[in-house]
């Protein structure tokens, strides 16, 4: 029994002393930890750039469209014009 007390003893001591971190161990995750937030900051930043220039580019996107529609449009009404006048010039 006395044996046994003397070995968990100094398994205890010797799991303590290995298994503890120490402070250059605390001080290098907290480091790694620091550049990780400053990772993530960066790509948040970044996502809301491309948040941004896609809304952007949707909305010029959609201003194209609908210039395209306009001149469509209007081309349309020019050639019916152009046709009804072609017509009645035929019918003189």
Known sequence: MNKLVKISVVALTAGLAVGCASTSDIENLQSQIDGLNTRVSQASSDAASAKNAAADASARAAAA????????????????????????????
């Open 65 to 92: 469209e609908a210039a395209a529609n306009r001149a469509a449009s209007y081309a349309q009404d020019a050639n019916s014009k152009l046709d009804r006048m072609f017509k009645k010039s035929m019918m003189k």
